[in-house]
């Protein structure tokens, strides 16, 4: 191919142009690269692959991500001698351009009597109310709607509970104050203060599908869910395989006791603690970013002998409240001890993998070791499907026991938590008019179910002559079962953390049911008509206090407590003038008396309806959360545009410490999600656990609508469309260079 020779002038011409198009070039790409880094900026886009700690992802409707609310919380707390007052502070951020509702489910103490909701916005503190449940929630639905900041606390059960936020803006951060009143638990001389950090993963049965015959009219099918509120108490988890904990919580305590104090030990996290004087000491936790994944633990002993009778009162709007709390003597027992029948229950779920199942078996090989050759005893082990050891109670005599601890010691952890059948194989009594005998249910479990109704509609039906002691196992267990449990079952129940307190723990249970201390109990206040809370007071057990309350108009006068300590007669009379002054007393009263309606219903003792017309009484008065009422806070200024929409956040929880994920969720089975399927499915790796987005709800009408995106393309549009036009114009302006003009 001959080569051509430019004209005079030419090679310096195109060279002038080829220099002015590559300048522009440059310009443009430095514009570009500057309005993308402005974007980014502005745009937080990541990937699951960029998340290098546990978070909740947005998806938008290109398929990206924006990463969603975090949560940190404070909890503060006051101990008044029997009372503690409790803050918790939570902050929702949110760290996109778009609107967002955060959803946060969270636990508390089964004992809290919550009544105060603030939310800080800006320079602004709105205080809530305690409303009818269903009118709480169309209120909040309608400021939802209007764009305005508002708070919803709903319980779910008494200790697990939902704080909605709607309306937190581009890049904001909204503070909610969450306060409750609770009273100090006391065993064995023992104080002791617990603070739920984390919601454990609920084991939830599936529904039953009953078929009915309608003769000619063929057949319908009617779903009987053993767990109807699964999804509101079913919250995104972080997957431990691959997050690190996220939701850092400081904790403070003010304990003032009210004697002077010995031992002060926080079992689970490192304090600093600072006295102030023989029965005061403030305590902080000892550094910063602590996770909620383990459950805060507390205990306190008096220096010297502890108090054996507590007396307080409050007047609240007319009305005197009081609560009493007396320890009967310990003495040793008069005559032979009953021979027991005792059938172990223990949980061997996937729940229960990693620590929580050697703590149980080393609590029910401890159990072995108590009996005695006159007793009887059974094993019962359970996960999804259950296994009795023996046909029948055996003797206590070597042969059985050996059987029994290798039984235990091979048990592995795996599976789902179905409690019901276990415990019904455990109330199978073939010896039920043996009056001579103590016979027990030990159960041994972290109580990780939903369907806690189910379980205690079975003890109302079906424990007969037993008595339940729960033995709480884990570092987040569900107590409210627990404890809930053990009062219907007449029993007690006892809390083991960490493998060294089985021993301990396991010894004090054992020496303490082999009968009780105080049976045939009752109080009154003489001269008064006043019913006391509870109405039926337990048997009590070596070391354990009974708790009286009661409302009355004006309290005077004493009151008398008796009962029967063996075949001996036992009182003691407290002058009601005596009370010291305490705070929160009606307020404790109010969940204790909303309580007991609850177990009244369980034992069909009064309709359902009844129980939830007083339960609604009850908490209206007395202004505290529910399952029938609910705390709603609303700023009246409206904050987010109307055109602006709204997209929902799930807060994630953490897997409770030492809990195995693989073991709850299975290997290569995402968690269900509590919202939409269908966002969750375009998730990657370890997010899809993490991915809850629903479409949000626009302001001006109910309809869903698109995700919203974090900025508009235009400008990034205009620029690439210059960008093209710029390109022809340089090609344009170089082709006609590199042609030779005519002679």
Excluded: C
Aim: aromatic fraction near 6%; avoid cysteine; hydrophobic fraction near 40%.
């Amino acid at each position: 191919m001959q080569s051509r020779t430019l004209p005079g002038g030419a090679e310096s011409r195109i060279k002038s142009h080829i220099d002015s198009i590559v300048a522009w070039l440059l310009l443009v790409v430095v514009a570009f690269a500057a309005f993308i880094g402005s974007a980014g900026a502005a745009t937080p886009f990541v990937t699951p692959n960029d998340m290098t700690s546990g978070s909740l992802l947005l998806k938008s409707r290109e398929g990206k991500y924006l990463e969603a609310p975090r949560l940190g919380a404070d909890y503060t707390v006051t101990i008044s001698g029997p009372t503690g007052r409790t803050i918790i502070t939570q902050r929702f951020t949110n760290p996109a351009n778009g609107w967002v509702e955060g959803v946060y489910v969270f636990p508390l103490p089964e004992s809290a009597a919550v009544d105060t909701l603030k939310i800080v916005a800006g320079n602004r503190v709105i205080v809530g109310e305690v409303k009818e449940k269903q009118e709480a929630k169309v209120i909040y639905e309608q400021a939802k709607a209007a764009g305005q900041t508002a708070s919803l606390l709903e319980q779910e059960r008494p200790n697990i509970f939902t704080n909605s936020v709607a309306n937190i803006g581009p890049h904001d951060t909204v503070v909610v104050q969450i306060e409750y009143q609770e009273t100090i638990h006391q065993s064995n001389g023992t104080y002791s203060l617990r603070l739920p950090l984390v919601v454990a993963p609920r084991y939830n049965p599936a529904p039953l599908v009953q078929t009915v015959d309608f003769g000619s009219n063929g057949y319908g099918s009617t779903v009987d869910d053993p767990v109807p509120d699964r999804d509101r108490i079913s919250p995104p988890v972080l997957d431990s395989r691959k997050t690190e904990p996220v939701n850092p919580v400081t904790i403070s305590v003010d304990l003032s006791a009210g004697f002077a104090l010995a031992d002060v030990t926080s079992h689970h996290h490192t304090v600093k603690i600072d006295t102030i004087d023989d029965s005061h000491r403030k305590l902080v936790l000892d550094g910063a970013e602590i996770p909620a994944d383990r459950d805060f633990e507390l205990t306190w002993t008096a220096k010297g002998t502890a108090p054996q009778v507590g007396l307080f009162r409050e007047t609240v709007q007319g009305k005197d409240y009081l609560l009493a709390t007396v320890t009967p003597p310990s003495v040793a027992a008069v005559g032979p001890v009953k021979p027991r029948e005792t059938v172990f229950v223990i949980d061997n779920s996937g729940s229960m993998d990693g620590p929580s199942m050697q703590q149980a078996k080393d609590a029910l090989l401890q159990g072995l070791d108590t009996l005695k050759p006159q007793d009887r005893f059974n094993v019962v082990r359970f996960d999804d499907t259950f296994d009795v050891l023996f046909r029948d109670a055996v003797p206590a005599n070597a042969e059985y026991l050996n059987q029994a601890r290798a039984f235990v010691s091979a048990l592995q952890a795996n599976g789902g938590t179905e409690m019901v059948p276990a415990l019904k194989a455990a109330f199978i009594d073939s010896n039920a008019n043996d009056a001579g005998t103590l016979r027990q249910v030990v159960f041994i479990t972290d109580g990780a179910i939903g369907n806690e109704q189910e379980l205690f509609a079975t003890i109302g039906q079906g424990r007969g002559r037993s008595r339940i002691f729960m033995v709480g196992i884990g570092s987040a267990p569900n107590t409210y079962l627990m404890t809930r449990a053990a009062e219907m079952g007449r029993g007690t129940f006892t809390l083991i953390s960490e493998v060294d307190q089985v021993k301990s723990r396991m010894e004090e249970l054992f020496t303490k049911i082999g009968q009780p201390v105080v049976t045939g109990l009752a109080a009154t206040i003489d001269g008064s008509a006043t019913v006391l809370t509870p109405s039926q007071l337990p048997d009590l057990y070596r070391g354990e206090p009974v708790l009286m309350m009661a409302e009355a108009p004006s309290l005077k006068g004493t009151l008398e407590v008796d009962g029967m300590i063996g075949d001996t007669p036992w009182s003691v009379s407290l002058p009601v003038s005596a009370a010291a002054q305490g705070k929160g007393i009606s307020k404790l009263w109010a969940h204790r008396k909303v309580a007991e309606i609850e177990t009244a219903a369980t034992l069909n003792q009064i309709t359902m309806e009844d129980a939830n017309r007083q339960v609604l009484a009850v908490a209206l008065t007395h202004q505290i959360v529910s399952s029938q009422t609910s705390l709603i806070a609303v700023d009246k200024s409206p904050k987010r545009p109307a055109n602006q929409p709204l997209t929902r956040a799930e807060v994630p929880l953490n897997l409770p410490a030492g809990w195995n994920f693989e073991k709850v969720f299975g290997k290569d089975i995402p968690l269900p999600a509590p919202q939409s399927p269908k966002e969750r499915d375009a998730m990657a790796d370890a997010y899809a656990q993490l991915a809850v987005a629903e479409s949000p709800v626009s302001a001006s009408a109910p309809q869903q609508v698109a995700l919203p995106q974090t900025a508009t393309p235009a400008g990034l549009l205009a620029i690439l469309g210059g960008l093209m036009a710029l390109l022809a114009l340089a090609f344009h302006l170089l082709a006609r260079a590199m042609t030779p003009k005519a002679a």
